[in-house]
Every structure is written in structure tokens, then in C-alpha cells.
């Protein structure tokens, strides 16, 4: 029989409640009772059922419980980083022009494809870190700084020894990122090569280790023709696909997403009404990125509310990565939601556990009901709506499991 423990001491509990798509709980002097690494029960303390009132105490100490963030949507290992190019960005040269000049993401491929998978562990890890500190329980990650098999490959290793060190992730296979300067002018043939020959490759020698295939249909980068020929062999492969769609144009991203039965459309900062009625039918996640449209200083941020309003579970995540958002603080993207997206606090912390959580197929994160894994974050705040309210301060939460 595993131990029984309770949280006690807490001034309150908030949570999602994972049997509504947008209904909070929130219980004001509550209890949280574990066994076995979940959730058994939740309630206020003086209605704790007699079979826990002798089990090991966890003090509370009068902190506020809330499930961990997931975040849907990083890009978390590769190479360098991209300051100097950001510091153009500050004197006026746009993200496209970087990229037209062999810049933006061919610039981390440069140095990504340098990197040994030692390293790329180690900058993996030191990430984690940072984002266990914040909060972030469990976060889904991307290859595609490699665009090349060998260091696709030594992305997709340096995630199986992550994952085998016993971070909690889900991998995402993205080889279809960007076109490589390679293939110039034949984005076809690479398309080809990735989806018969590479992706089939990478899932045969790290077995299991990719859940998710990804590509990035974009003007200018690849179309929803050739997006939907990397999804199919990505499905062939058992993998499930998630897309990066509508960043910077309308390209019917979404709705090529709902076709395919996408576990998110991400980005979707120019989401058709169409696309996002197709999501909100299929089940879709949109899966919003204020911090990036934050970082590429646009003012177009993602239409959260109408998409609320379509019947979408909108979720919330970071897109860390080293050109279009450098930021490994949970508690900006929460901000953004409310402050940009005009998300409401409760649907903010949803989307950034529940939905979440959702989109990459976790019904047991993200929320603290039971049978919820604990991973409980405590934070010392007289109220959670404060982790927003005091715009500029670094929380950082006891973390429970
Ligand atoms: O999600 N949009 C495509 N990929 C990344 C940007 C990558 C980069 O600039 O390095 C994103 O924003
Ligand atoms: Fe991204």
C-alpha cells in the first residue's frame, strides 16, 4: 500500500475542473489528500473524510495549490542564440528580411548542426531547469534546428536521454521547419525526402521516443500541399501531428489542421473564422503564442476570444526558441493571455494546464481533481489572480508530488 499524505495548511486550492471545458474551482482553506503520486481527494480541510486524518502531514504553509503549467509548444534544444540578430531586429530590419538573407532559423541551424548531442543535452537540461523553477511540470518539444538526417537525429537523441534522465516531455519530430539553404528553390524535393525517407528514419532509430510530427505551413515556407504530405507519413509512423499555422498570413493552416485531425494548430495569429469553426468541430487545440508575437514586436495578437466564442479549448504556450520568442517564463505567457488576448484569469491558467495538457493527450495533467497526478505548484500569493496582477514579479512556486 503506497503512503498516505495530505496537503494541509493551505490557504486555498485552484484548479480547472477537467469535467467542464472553462469551470475553475477554487476551495478557500482546503486539503488536498495523495497516495500513490495522485490526486485522492480535494476539499476544505474540516471536511477531510476520517480514513486521512492520521496520514503524513506536507505543511501548506498557508501558500495557495494550483496544478503545474504544461507548456504545448517549445522549441527547446538547439545551438547558439540569436542575440545579434535580435539586436538588428531593435534597428529595424524585420524577421523576413533576416530569413530572406540566410538568416533567422538557418542561422541556429548553422550552429545547432555544430553542437554534439553532449551539448545539446546539456543546454537541454539547463532549460528544464529553468522552467521547473517557474513552474512548468511537463512541456512538449520540438526537433528542427538539424534539417539535415545526422542532426535531426542528434536532436531526436539528446530528447531520448532527456526523457530517460526522467524530465517529463513529449517529442515532437519537425524536420519540415524550414528549407534548408541546400534546397534553395526545391522545397519540393525536400519535402520528399523528409517525408519518405527521413522521417521513417528518425522514428526507426529512436523507437518510440517521437509522439508528435509538426511543419511549419507558412508563405514563403512550406504550403498546405506539401504540410499535408509531411503530416501523412508522419501519421503512417504512428505519429500524431500538430501544426505551426497562420503565423503571419492566412494560409488555411487551421483548417488543413481540422482535415488531419491535428492534436493543435499553433501560432494562428491570422486564423480565419472558417478555420477556427473547422478546429472547434474537430477538436483541435489552438494552441496561442502572445510571447512571440510580443517578441517580434506585432500588434496582431491571436483572436483567443473569438475562438472562445467558436466552442474552441484554447490553450496557451511559450514557443521558446531563439529567434521569435527567447523567453522561459510561464508566468509572462500567463500574463500576455489576460493582458493581450483578453483572456480572463481563469481561462488563462486553463489554457496553460488543462488545455494544455489536453492537446498532448494527458487527461491525468493539469488539474488537481482525483486521480490528477500530483504535481502540485504552491505559490505565496494571497490570491492566484496575484501571479498576474503583480505584472513584474518572478513567482516561484514550492513544488509537491
Ligand atoms: O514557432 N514559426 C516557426 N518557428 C519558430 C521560430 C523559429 C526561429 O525563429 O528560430 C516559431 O516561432
Ligand atoms: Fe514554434
Redesign the pocket.
Known amino acids: 500500500m503506497e503512503t498516505k499524505r495530505v496537503l494541509r495548511h493551505l490557504r486555498g486550492l485552484f484548479t480547472p475542473d477537467p469535467n467542464e471545458p472553462w469551470r475553475t474551482d477554487r476551495i478557500e482553506g482546503a486539503a488536498v489528500a495523495l497516495q500513490g503520486g495522485r490526486i485522492a481527494w480535494i476539499g476544505a480541510e474540516r471536511d477531510l473524510p476520517s480514513e486521512w486524518t492520521g496520514a503524513e502531514v506536507i505543511d501548506g504553509q498557508g501558500r495557495w495549490a494550483t496544478p503545474g503549467f504544461v507548456d504545448p509548444?517549445t522549441?527547446l534544444v538547439?545551438g547558439g542564440d540569436?542575440s545579434q540578430e535580435f539586436n538588428r531586429r531593435l534597428h529595424g530590419v524585420s524577421?523576413a528580411q533576416l530569413a530572406a538573407e540566410g538568416g533567422?532559423?538557418r542561422e541556429?541551424v548553422r550552429a545547432t548542426r555544430q553542437a554534439t548531442v553532449e551539448e545539446l543535452v546539456a543546454v537541454g537540461e539547463e532549460r528544464l531547469q529553468k522552467l521547473t523553477r517557474k513552474g512548468v511540470v511537463h512541456l512538449e518539444a520540438k526537433t528542427?534546428?538539424g534539417l539535415e538526417l545526422e542532426a535531426e537525429s542528434r536532436l531526436l537523441e539528446a530528447y531520448a536521454i532527456l526523457k530517460s534522465q526522467g524530465w517529463s516531455l513529449d517529442v515532437t519530430l519537425m524536420p519540415a521547419?524550414?528549407l534548408p539553404q541546400e534546397f534553395a528553390d526545391h522545397a519540393d524535393e525536400y519535402i520528399r525526402l523528409v517525408a519518405d525517407q527521413w522521417q521513417p528514419e528518425l522514428v526507426r532509430r529512436f523507437p518510440g521516443v517521437a509522439r508528435f510530427v509538426d511543419v511549419?505551413v507558412?508563405k514563403g515556407v512550406f504550403t498546405v500541399e506539401q504540410g499535408r504530405r509531411i503530416i501523412e507519413s508522419g501519421k503512417a509512423l504512428g505519429l500524431t501531428p500538430r501544426l505551426?499555422a497562420d503565423?503571419f498570413v492566412h494560409t488555411g493552416g487551421a483548417e488543413l489542421a481540422a482535415e488531419v485531425g491535428a492534436a493543435s494548430a499553433?501560432?494562428l495569429m491570422f486564423c480565419s473564422d472558417e478555420g477556427m469553426k473547422a478546429m472547434a468541430q474537430a477538436g483541435v487545440t489552438p494552441i496561442l503564442?502572445p510571447g512571440?508575437t510580443l517578441f517580434l514586436g506585432m500588434r496582431d495578437f491571436a483572436p483567443a476570444r473569438r475562438m472562445i466564442e467558436a466552442g474552441c479549448r484554447v490553450a496557451l504556450a511559450s514557443?521558446f526558441?531563439?529567434?521569435?520568442?527567447a523567453c522561459l517564463d510561464p508566468l509572462l505567457i500567463l500574463r500576455l493571455g489576460c493582458l493581450q488576448l483578453r483572456m480572463t484569469f481563469e481561462e488563462a491558467f486553463t489554457a496553460m494546464t488543462l488545455h494544455a495538457a489536453r492537446s498532448l493527450g494527458h487527461d491525468d495533467l493539469g488539474h488537481l481533481h482525483p486521480g490528477a497526478q500530483a504535481r502540485i505548484a504552491l505559490w505565496d500569493v494571497n490570491h492566484p489572480l496575484e501571479l498576474v496582477y503583480w505584472m513584474g514579479e518572478s513567482y516561484e512556486p514550492r513544488m509537491v508530488k
Do not use: V
Open positions: 509548444h522549441h538547439f540569436r524577421y533567422g532559423i541556429t528542427g534546428y521547419h524550414d511549419f507558412e505551426h503565423e499553433d501560432h503564442l512571440t514557443d526558441n531563439p529567434g521569435s520568442c
